[in-house]
């Protein structure tokens, strides 16, 4: 199973992004669509079913123990990816709690043999993805301001028109 911890906005804020997307961007990209815009906070990518139960058990035992905060991010940049060629939007500056909770959400992961994904974390919304040029600076700068009281784990499936992402299990921030 393809798997992913992740932030959803709320969809109030999602059609506020996708709106100033499709307004203040060319299409240099394929949009992402609206349903799909969400923060990652750590990929886990392939993981075996029969490993779930255990991975969910134990983040309830880290939510529980740790009681991870809620989170305000304030979503003012915007970004370019040449490698993976996305266009992103982001905030600036993000909580060491939201830093750490990336970090141990990646190691239960990899505790129940996801690879994981080495890199340094940075939350950010893909907005278009196969983007081989980066965006113009937007007439409209972003300014979105998202709270999270929860964080979910995703299943990424990948169907014949495109990938949809499943919320498997949720637990609370703060
Ligand atoms: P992205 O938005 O920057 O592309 C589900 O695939 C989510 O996991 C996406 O948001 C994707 O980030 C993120 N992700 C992180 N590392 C990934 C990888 N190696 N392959 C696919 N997705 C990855």
């Given at each position: 199973m393809?798997?992913?911890?992740?932030?959803?906005?709320?969809?109030e804020?999602?059609?506020a992004?996708a709106?100033w997307?499709?307004?203040?961007?060319?299409?240099i990209g394929?949009?992402?669509p609206?349903?799909?815009?969400h923060?990652t906070l750590?990929?886990?990518?392939?993981?075996s079913?029969h490993?779930l139960e255990?991975?969910?058990q134990a983040?309830?035992?880290f939510?529980?123990?740790?009681?991870?905060?809620g989170?305000?991010l304030?979503l003012?940049?915007?970004?370019?990816?040449?490698r993976?060629?996305?266009?992103w939007l982001?905030?600036q500056?993000?909580?060491d709690?939201l830093a750490?909770?990336?970090?141990s959400?990646?190691?239960?992961?990899?505790a129940q043999?996801?690879k994981?994904?080495?890199g340094?974390y940075?939350?950010?919304?893909t907005?278009?993805?196969g983007?081989d040029?980066?965006?113009p600076a937007?007439?409209s700068?972003?300014?979105?301001k998202?709270s999270f009281?929860?964080?979910?784990?995703?299943q990424s499936?990948?169907?014949?028109t495109?990938v949809?992402?499943?919320?498997l299990?949720?637990?609370?921030?703060?």
């Amino acid at each position: 199973m393809r798997l992913f911890f992740g932030l959803q906005p709320d969809s109030e804020s999602a059609l506020a992004i996708a709106a100033w997307r499709d307004r203040q961007l060319p299409l240099i990209g394929r949009p992402v669509p609206e349903a799909n815009l969400h923060i990652t906070l750590a990929f886990l990518g392939d993981v075996s079913a029969h490993r779930l139960e255990r991975l969910d058990q134990a983040v309830g035992q880290f939510v529980a123990q740790k009681r991870p905060p809620g989170e305000v991010l304030t979503l003012n940049q915007l970004g370019y990816w040449p490698r993976p060629g996305i266009c992103w939007l982001g905030p600036q500056a993000w909580s060491d709690s939201l830093a750490g909770l990336a970090r141990s959400l990646s190691r239960l992961g990899t505790a129940q043999g996801s690879k994981g994904d080495r890199g340094k974390y940075r939350p950010h919304i893909t907005l278009l993805r196969g983007c081989d040029s980066p965006p113009p600076a937007a007439a409209s700068e972003p300014l979105f301001k998202l709270s999270f009281d929860h964080f979910n784990l995703y299943q990424s499936h990948q169907g014949r028109t495109g990938v949809t992402y499943q919320v498997l299990e949720s637990w609370p921030l703060g």
